[in-house]
């Protein structure tokens, strides 16, 4: 009830200013009423575009200066550099032509603004100039698309000619579960129509298959640091989609069929949380939060910087808080974690 008085009080008030400003306007007997602008109209309207063109320009350094702390640390995988690289040119030129088009832009609409008893020069035609204007971007197009194509082509190289490490990533509403390969790194074969929730099946493995019995199932993702990993995806529900942004690395996940991502992980999680932009972003974060603790606030814990999966599609309600972490160790230490790690076949034992 509330709400609904407090939109008609503003209607009301709207309604009242309307009135006024008419009011005003059939008061000023002397103005003006022409509808086309005069050359103080034009004058005025020039100097606008030069303010608007120092408003954006100002507006992009602030945000330069404000905000850059806020972008990713460096690229954790073998491919990420490349990406980084291409999308920090395509910024890079996209800014430039933003700048010197829009400085055109608005030196143009002042200097050649309209005056009574002037007429703008104008070229119905100029071939030379549409030859200009339509050739550069054709090769600084082509370029970017080929550069791109290339990268893409590298980035998607998925075999196994360099032994990696077979990891599926298996995505439900609203958790991610990892499926390892076991001993013989080969998953076994799995389906939805499998899963049974009474023997922790969860992910549907064909129990008859002989390369799902040392298959291990974690809510934790482990990657060894420097070796190969192909991801399988599978998803249970609806369309997810697999984002894992410190590695520069997103796939979908497709209900029904299986798609495929693979990098190479070059840094460990504990040498990423001696980056200086990582230790500034938790040295930030945890300011914030210590200022929460004080004052009796929920989720003000320290924090510690680790990788994270994220789900990248709006899968539904909790689509928010469907993450998993992601650790990246020594192949050692990666041994000593798969190791300790219960496989399929005892699972399935253990629930007899």
Known sequence: MTTLLTIFVLVLVAI????????????????????????KDNKY??????????????ITIFSFWKYSKFLLPQAASEHGSEYDSLLLWSFVIIFIVQTITQALLHYFGYKYRGEKGKKALFYADNDRLEFIWTIIPVVVLAGLILWGLYTWTNIMDINEDDDPLIVELYAQQFNWTARYGGGDNVLGGANVRMIDIDRANVLGLDESDPYANDDVIVKELHLPVGRKVNFKFRSQD?????YMPHFRAQMNCVPGMITEFSFTPSITTEEMRLNPDVADKVKRTNAIRAEKAANGEAN????????????????????YNMQMKIIVETEEEYNAWMESQQTFSQLMTSMQ
Not at 238 to 242: K, N, Q
Not at 301 to 319: M, R, T, V
Request: hydrophobic share 50%; net charge negative.
């Open 16 to 39: 009242a200013i309307w009135q006024m400003t008419k009011i005003f306007e059939l008061s000023q007997i002397k103005a003006d009423s022409s509808q086309v602008a005069n050359d």
């Open 45 to 58: 309207n020039g100097y606008l575009l030069f303010a608007f063109l120092i408003f954006i320009y100002a």
């Open 238 to 242: 609806v369309l997810h989609s697999a």
């Open 300 to 319: 003000s814990d320290p924090w510690e910087f680790d990788y994270i999966l994220l789900c990248n599609k709006i899968c539904g309600k909790s689509h």
